[in-house]
């Protein structure tokens, strides 16, 4: 069993720049791979990034690529989402999730709350 939980969402103009975090309980950890998506108002949620539990691999949706970062820290149980050049169509409800999996697919195992990103014009 793994939780998840977000944090680092808030409000930023268009251009700038926020670092999501992912807090995950559990000693296995490292064994998951943990992804970010995204929901859009109105949108289904959509694949953004996800690093492999070494965190050797990663992928990247074609919209994030080279403005997102995702990394994990597995001796802090953690990984994080680095988001520059932030842009108005960015806004979303921000979720990570893990799985033993190298799969990037809506059927990942583990999920959190989600965090609110909204970028502004």
């Known amino acids: 069993q793994v939780q998840l939980v977000e944090s680092g969402g808030g409000l930023v103009q268009a251009g700038g720049s926020l670092r999501l975090s992912c807090a995950a309980s559990g000693r296995t950890f490292s064994t998951y791979s943990m992804g970010w998506f995204r929901q859009a108002p109105g949108k289904e949620r959509e694949f953004v990034a996800i690093?492999?539990?070494?965190?050797?691999?990663?992928k990247y949706a074609d919209s994030v690529k080279g403005r997102f970062t995702i990394s994990r820290d597995n001796a802090k149980n953690t990984g994080y989402l680095q988001m520059n050049s932030l842009k108005p169509e960015d806004t979303a409800v921000y979720y990570c999730?893990?799985?033993?999996?190298?799969?990037?697919?809506?059927?990942?195992?583990?999920w959190g709350k989600g965090t609110l990103v909204t970028v502004s014009s």
């Open positions: 690093i492999s539990g070494s965190g050797d691999n990663t």
């Open positions: 999730a893990a799985d033993l999996r190298w799969s990037w697919d809506l059927g990942m195992d583990y």
